[in-house]
């Protein structure tokens, strides 16, 4: 597989590409089956629409890696949270974590065996993906699902999540824990699933102050990584906190591939972070609007990465409104100049 080749540094005939949210709305198909399925969370416990989702992009656009289908907060549901998708509003927790008692209400082992769905749609996506292709299986960071638990829904300033870091950090690093012990075994599960790699997208990463980031985030994601490559240490992981291109020269684990989002130079991070880790990234997603700006978006990108192991992505995920043609012209165009 040559998503996994790029991932563990080995040389490929090309730079393999995927993009993230690549299996969403921005697709006619997608939104046909979302339809079908009545809602969001209904279409992730579907396990066959889940999968057929998942599949589409491979045959669609020709990626070089499928993405699993689902959402990160599938986990603190399964512990026993209640979650909702509001219009307009996103996902929302009507009760939020503010405290020991409600957090202890929570079941880690009851979480990982109820997202069998999960499971199911990995091994059907396994079944139906060609074997060149990679699966991608992935996790929220325990501090990202963290925000959603406490907050109780997205956040512009995490207020309330902080608030706890610098008053009662010891609520938030028993939170933290118990995240952190789901998404251990909900990540081995995907593995054992029949999953190729996994990724661990920590969206809120720049909501924390350097310090704050390497206690609150980074460090219960390397738990995660530890854990999956204790016992599964052929298995690549990827990293993907967003916005941190000013705590690059700490970074530091036992991770394959590190996520470069938009906001970070692609030379900055070639230069602290490559002798170490595969680089994937980190075109511009408003780039796609354009093909004019793909082209000179990717040029840069691939001269810059040029000599080093790379995987092209897009710096966060693609946007709903993108015009399907100009998705398929970028992974097209990175996989023809990358094998020049």
């Known amino acids: 597989m040559i998503f996994v080749d790029a991932c ?10 995927w993009m993230m949210r690549q299996a969403g709305r921005y697709l006619p ?35 070089d890696a499928a993405i699993l289908f689902s959402d990160i907060l599938v986990v603190p549901l399964e512990m026993g ?23 202890n209400a929570l079941d880690v082992d009851k979480a990982v065996k109820n997202l069998s769905y999960v499971y199911d749609t990995i091994g059907l996506v396994r079944q139906e ?24 829904k997205g956040s512009k300033n995490y207020a309330i999540s902080k608030r706890i870091a610098y008053e009662n950090p010891a609520l938030l690093h028993a939170v933290l824990d118990k995240v952190t012990s789901a998404l251990i075994g909900y990540t081995k599960a995907q593995i054992k699933a029949g999953v190729n790699a996994i ?33 599964y240490p052929e298995v690549p992981v990827i990293v993907f906190p967003k916005g941190i ?12 591939v590190f996520g ?38 990717v040029d840069e990108i691939l001269a810059v990465m040029r000599g080093v192991p790379h995987i092209f992505n897009l710096g966060h995920g693609i946007l709903p409104d993108i015009p399907v043609e100009n998705a398929k012209y970028l992974i097209k165009y990175v996989q023809e100049a990358s094998a020049r």
């Open 81 to 103: 949270m209640s979650l909702r998708f509001a219009a307009g509003e996103g996902p929302v927790f009507d009760e939020p974590i503010r405290n020991l008692e409600e957090l």
């Open 8 to 17: 563990l540094g080995k040389p490929t005939p090309y730079t393999p590409v």
């Open 199 to 231: 990724q661990i997208f920590d969206s809120w990463a720049a909501a924390l102050e350097m310090s704050a980031f390497f206690e609150f985030s980074f460090s219960y994601i390397l738990k995660i990584v530890d854990a999956i490559k204790a016992e």
């Open 260 to 297: 470069v989002d938009w906001s970070t130079p692609m030379g900055l991070a070639r230069a602290a972070l490559s002798d170490r880790y595969t680089l994937q990234g980190n075109l511009e997603p408003c780039r796609l609007y354009s093909k004019d700006a793909i082209k000179s978006g």
């Open 29 to 63: 198909e997608y939104m046909t089956v979302r339809k079908e399925a009545g809602d969001f969370l209904s279409l992730c416990k579907d396990y066959k629409k889940a999968a057929e989702v998942t599949l589409q992009p491979v045959d669609i656009l020709g990626v």
């Open 129 to 152: 993906l060609a074997n060149d292709k990679a699966l991608i299986g992935f996790c929220g960071a325990p501090w990202t699902i963290a925000t959603y638990m406490i907050e109780g």
């Open 245 to 256: 291109s000013g705590y690059l020269s700490q970074i530091d684990g036992n991770f394959d």
